[in-house]
């Protein structure tokens, strides 16, 4: 702050910012008829609150174009010291309250401030760099077919075995969402890596990509509307991201680098790794990190890539073997699957495609995720235990579980369950007992390792009534396996779900999902929903609870406040 103060913003920082408060305002002006009415609600809730002008992005577009070409460094270098000056601060600290700290006094922080004010500061040396992202261009690949696919999408089958769906859409016009992704993950690898896999995820590129660093490569963007978002799940490996029709070309030279171009940076990893280590030690003092980490013994095998990573675990974390897993992740192209989806001119995208994508290198053979016994443990369990706390509640999960068939009825049917519980619970539970502020219920079919669904309930309340608010909600479930939802609740439950499918139907994000849906389980969740939604009757519901409680896999956590 006080170098900012003392020698000003630069010149090519100046820029940057300009350059990206102009493509985020084009892209709004780009897609002016498109506009949700949330969004308007949100000016209008700002104008009223914060006197905010809301003169509508044409008239915000044009003033920013005008503005930013005449407002100069030294009026917002000026401005800066105005709004950030001497004696013009406000410190707060925030410490844990326990033996054995040492908390310092306000003489002592107001002689740390004055120490770094007494310090001879250096100007900023703005290193940035015009070289482009890929130095040397790949030679470009092939489409070697191009055929109609579902939903709209159109099929290519890329020489190095690659596949890439896109479709066409006029839904927003400044908006291609990509995903892809190959099977495999972390599912491959053994426990030898168990510290290593638990952080996989967040030290994809955190050394950053090609020749640039996270920092250099967030400079080499400005002014692009380019975000690409790579992870290492359990079971496959991901590249999500959205651009828009102006950017594309450069959206796909970073997805190039991802692939190609991992970036080792020690430096860097160092930086994350002690701010890790704060949060693990902070997280420590938190009774919801405690309350996580036993619900998560209690639902899942005694595994150590299942346990919450711990200090230990980071002492353990080797970046070398990191790098090398992150590379073999993403080292075969032909593994992997991406879909497009928005405003795509097919005679400029294919060409891309065959420059960025098809040009990838592809070596091994298609992989498959593994089962490492990780699926949620049958029977029924029950973990009630005491924890010190500020204010004390009784914080509760109640979850049960089960084998089902994954199919688009059994999801629709859960997901109904889920939401008419839902508002019983809340007229039972919150309205007619005063018990809680809110309940929370969630009911899912999941895939991975193996087809299983999962209804969880989760509240607070004061820690004398949890045992009776307990009976009551299991009362109404096991009502509800008996007798089903209300005609009524059923109506308005399906009522929304037609009204959000249709909204859907204008959404590059739900297609996206569909096709990966399709792709990787074989489950059309698109073409017939209305119809298979209508043909759900109450008993179905009431069948889909009542099996589910059948199985007898139930666990049940409480975590009872005390004072401190």
């Not at 009784?394 to 369950?417: C, E, M, P, Q, R």
């Not at 009757?537 to 889909?544: F, I, L």
Request: charged share 25%.
């Amino acid at each position: 702050m006080l170098r900012a103060l003392r020698h000003g913003f630069t010149a090519s920082e100046y820029e940057r910012a300009k350059a990206n408060l102009l493509s985020e305002l084009e892209k709004q002006y780009n897609e002016r008829d498109k506009v949700k009415s949330q969004n308007y609600c949100r000016e209008y809730v700002r104008h009223f609150i914060d006197n905010e002008p809301i003169p509508g992005i044409e008239t915000e577009y044009a003033l920013a174009q005008a503005l930013t070409q005449n407002i100069s460094l030294e009026v917002l270098n000026q401005y800066m010291k105005e709004l950030v000056g001497e004696g013009n601060l406000v410190v707060a600290c925030m410490l844990p309250e326990k033996d054995g700290v040492k908390y310092p006094t306000k003489e002592e922080l107001i002689s740390a401030l004055n120490k770094v004010a007494a310090e001879d500061i250096a100007a900023l040396e703005d290193k940035s760099s015009n070289e482009p992202l890929i130095k040397k261009m790949p030679k470009a690949g092939k489409v070697v077919k191009n055929e109609n696919a579902q939903f709209g999408y159109k099929k290519l089958s890329l020489s190095n075995g690659a596949v890439v769906y896109y479709k066409n859409t006029d839904f927003k016009a400044d908006e291609i969402k990509m995903h892809a992704f190959s099977e495999g993950g972390t599912s491959l690898y053994g426990d030898k890596d168990v510290a290593n896999l638990k952080v996989i995820d967040e030290l994809i590129g955190v050394g950053g990509f090609g020749s640039f660093s996270l920092t250099e490569l967030t400079k080499a963007l400005a002014g692009k509307h380019v975000n690409m978002t790579p992870a290492i799940n359990t079971y496959s490996e991901t590249l999500d991201g959205e651009t828009t029709p102006k950017d594309v070309e450069t959206f796909l030279q970073l997805n190039y680098l991802y692939f190609t171009a991992q970036r080792a940076d020690n430096d860097a990893f160092q930086s994350w790794k002690s701010k890790r280590a704060a949060v693990l030690v902070n997280a420590a003092t938190n009774p919801m990190k405690y309350l996580s980490d036993t619900i998560r013994k209690e639902l899942y095998p005694n595994l150590p890539r299942l346990k919450s990573l711990t200090l230990e675990d980071l002492d353990q974390v080797n970046y070398k073997r990191c790098q090398q897993i992150c590379k073999e992740r993403f080292s075969n192209t032909a593994d992997f699957t991406f879909i497009f989806t928005g405003n795509i001119d097919e005679s400029t995208f294919i060409p891309l495609v065959e420059k960025y994508i098809a040009s990838l290198p592809a070596k091994g053979n298609k992989e498959m995720h593994k089962d490492f016994g990780g699926a949620v443990r049958d029977g029924s369990r029950e973990n009630i235990f005491k924890h010190e706390m500020e204010i004390p509640t009784a914080t509760v999960l109640i979850a049960s579980h089960g084998k089902v068939d994954y199919n688009l009825k059994n999801k629709l049917a859960y997901s109904i369950a889920e939401q008419v519980i839902d508002i019983v619970l809340t007229e039972e539970i919150r309205e007619k007992e005063g018990g809680t502020y809110g309940v929370s219920v969630s009911a899912g079919v999941n895939n991975l390792p193996h087809p299983y669904v999962m209804m969880q309930i989760y509240y607070q309340t004061d820690p004398e009534k949890y045992e009776y608010l307990n009976k009551r909600i299991e009362e109404v479930i096991a009502d509800f396996a008996q007798n089903g939802p209300s005609e009524t609740n059923m109506a308005k439950v399906k009522e929304y779900m037609v009204k959000k499918y249709q909204e859907n139907l204008r959404n590059n994000g739900y297609f996206s999902r569909t096709m990966k849906e399709y792709l990787l389980n074989g489950v059309d969740n698109c073409t017939d929903y209305e119809k298979v939604l209508n043909s759900i009757t109450v008993n179905d519901v009431r069948v889909a609870v009542a099996d589910l409680l059948k199985q007898n896999n139930k666990v049940k956590v409480v975590m009872h406040g005390i004072a401190k």
